[in-house]
């Protein structure tokens, strides 16, 4: 048979570490825990620790182990005994009794089968110590004289890879394969898709893929599903779904895990269209779905906003006797509470308590501030008391939910005193709980107290993100207290933390407010320069436009608007009011307020932002200010297009002769 190498190019790992530079760090630190045979004798510390103070009892290995005895073939009395010694010493995790084991085997020249070094490799694997597997691998053959082949071989490189050292476990196999002369197997090729896939140079693992029937190595079901999630978490789902057909040809059987995968990337991109084929395909496969499978279906339908769905997906997986776990349960919860129907997520809770599944945190948290976000403090509150009588102790996130919930509600010193018992209960608040608190505070007026609130982030150790700033600065603005949240940007800026768009827009009005429209302006031209996230939005222009129209700069404020409608963004209600009361002076106000209007309507439509102009329409509407003749038909031409209507019309023969 010929050898099996997978063909990748020398200089595909050129910007690879070296095993060398990869592998050398500092004195290796363990913890060890001694077992010896007095149950009274136990210890826990480090290598490093027991190297300065005493030298602790050695394992119990008996010394007539390596006594010579009596030859079986190629084994000696008490091999099997060695064996189970260093499988069981492997399993706790004490590898120095392992590698006293191997030491005395070396000095005595024992035999030592792969399979124990297998063990070995899988123990390294468990205790995240990978560096430790690839050394003992290149020991095997020279200081114990054990034939290395592909076993062993697979089981180092699947210890480097499930580390997510990827460029090394390539790495590994391109160099170990060829010195070692190693051919190898189904499972090697699978590694190597696998971390290829990681590393998304998917192009090069499909390439290892067509080159595997060529080596003698045919693809499993294992092989397409690593393949197939690589395509999908590339965006190339259709070429994930060409390879099921390829795989049901080539006469692989797909697995749920290989429908699973489809499945997810379709759901993903909310085409469940497609999913339902999938899955009318995975029953006439006889490929029964499971708990995964509807987990992601039910996902799918959340995100897309069909919980009507997603609840009878969840009947249906009880009549198949698939029972569903918290994820399903939670996905439905946190679904409904995103459309507004908390309460229903409270009897989808009822019946999962009824079903003897336990809670978790995220559930109560997005139920309770669900129900703060609806308008239903007191049910919120019930909820935080029953949540507690049922021995859930909260967590962080509930914490969260309940001060920002009750900050909603106006009661900004109940959240305060919510938050120190989540002091006293060992629980941080993070920079969103004091985000929301110092929120809760600005709104009910009381900026003193959300000052304080700032102060006490430093006695928790708690680390400002880019959201506190935001909200310190926009409530400070709000509150005219624009010298202090000027203060505040520059620490923002000094603790190289990056101003967004609402931080922008907070220090904008407050200059606006001040009469400080050139300083306003700069810092707008400022944003222009920076990313995505501290782009000016509606609100930043809005802010602006109203500033130059009371100063009666309309032309200005007309090149803002132009600027604003270049750079894609839609004016508003707000903006058209701005421009509107510009105009109030004029002997005809409300012909010159329409003329403008009609005029911003058909740029819009020239610049096929058709949304932005029945906005504009409607507000011209809701005015008393009626469109020209001519921007009508644009309107209906643009909404109404024949193939639009064609369309229409044939789905209701349709559903009429259905």
């Not at 407050?510 to 944003?527: E, I, P, Q, V």
């Amino acid at each position: 048979m010929p050898k099996c190498s997978i063909p990748i190019p020398t200089n595909f790992f050129s910007g690879f570490v070296r095993k060398s530079q990869f592998f050398s760090s500092s004195p290796l630190k363990l913890s060890v825990r001694l077992r010896f045979s007095s149950p009274v004798i136990s210890s826990e510390t480090s290598m490093e620790a027991e190297s300065h103070t005493r030298v602790p009892p050695e394992p119990p290995i008996p010394d007539q182990m390596f006594k010579p005895g009596s030859k079986m073939g190629s084994y000696q009395l008490g091999d099997s005994t060695l064996y189970s010694m260093i499988e069981n010493y492997s399993n706790l995790g004490d590898f120095e009794s392992v590698e006293k084991l191997l030491g005395r085997i070396r000095v005595e020249k024992r035999v030592i089968t792969e399979k124990s070094f297998i063990h070995i490799f899988k123990a390294y694997g468990n205790a995240h110590m990978p560096e430790k597997a690839v050394d003992l691998f290149h020991r095997m053959s020279d200081e114990f004289q054990c034939k290395i082949t592909i076993r062993s071989f697979n089981s180092v490189l699947n210890v480097i890879i499930n580390e997510g050292l990827y460029h090394r476990a390539l790495e590994f196999y391109a160099v170990n394969s060829k010195s070692m002369n190693i051919s190898p197997n189904a499972l090697s090729f699978n590694l190597v898709i696998k971390a290829l896939c990681k590393l998304r140079f998917v192009d090069r693992a499909v390439e290892v893929f067509r080159d595997m029937p060529a080596k003698n190595c045919l693809p499993d079901a294992y092989t397409y599903s690593t393949l197939m999630d690589g395509l999908c978490k590339e965006d190339r789902i259709d070429e994930a779904i060409l390879l099921l057909d390829e795989m049901q040809i080539e006469g692989c059987s797909p697995s749920p895990v290989t429908f699973n995968v489809l499945i997810d990337g379709l759901c993903k991109k909310g085409n469940l269209t497609r999913v339902t084929k999938l899955l009318d395909n995975m029953f006439l496969k006889g490929c029964a779905p499971n708990e995964i499978t509807y987990n992601t279906i039910i996902h799918g339908l959340c995100l897309k906003g069909k919980l009507d769905k997603a609840v009878s997906l969840l009947e249906h997986m009880l009549s198949r006797k698939c029972m569903p776990n918290y994820v399903t349960y939670g996905t439905i919860i946190n679904g409904l509470v995103k459309q507004g129907r908390t309460m229903d997520g409270i009897r989808v809770l009822v019946s999962m308590e009824e079903r003897g599944y336990v809670v978790d945190h995220y559930v109560y948290s997005a139920l309770i501030s669900g129900l703060f976000k609806e308008g239903k403090p007191e049910d919120a509150m019930n909820l935080w008391k029953k949540m507690e009588e049922r021995g859930c102790r909260p967590n962080i996130v509930v914490y969260s939910a309940l001060v920002d919930g009750l900050c909603r509600e106006g009661k900004p010193n109940e959240a305060k005193e919510i938050l120190n018992q989540m002091i006293n209960d060992g629980c941080l608040p993070n920079a969103y709980t004091y985000s929301s608190l110092m929120k809760g505070f600005f709104k009910a007026g009381l900026s003193e107290e959300a000052i304080q609130v700032w102060k006490e982030m430093d006695k928790t150790n708690c680390s400002r993100n880019e959201v506190c700033y935001s909200v310190m600065i926009d409530g400070l603005c709000q509150h005219g207290k624009l010298k202090e949240a000027m203060m505040i940007w520059s620490l923002m800026l000094t603790n190289g933390r990056k101003p967004d768009t609402v931080a922008y827009s907070s220090m904008i009005k407050g200059l606006c407010d001040t009469g400080s429209m050139d300083a306003a302006l700069r810092l707008y031209y400022d944003m222009l320069c920076q990313e995505p996230e501290a782009q000016p939005d509606v609100v930043t222009y809005n802010i602006l436009v109203n500033a130059l129209c009371k100063q009666n700069n309309v032309s200005r404020a007309v090149d803002l608007l132009n600027c604003m409608l270049d750079r894609g963004c839609d004016p508003d209600v707000v903006t058209c009011s701005a421009f509107l009361k510009t105009f109030s002076e004029k002997p005809d106000p409300a012909e010159e307020g329409r003329d403008f209007l009609d005029g911003l309507v058909v740029r819009l439509l020239k610049r096929r932002r058709t949304s932005g102009a029945c906005r504009v329409v409607e507000i011209m509407l809701g005015k008393y200010l009626t469109p020209k003749t001519s921007t009508w038909a644009l309107i209906v031409q643009e909404i109404f297009k024949p193939k639009k209507i064609r369309a229409a019309i044939d789905k209701c023969w349709r559903n009429l002769y259905s």
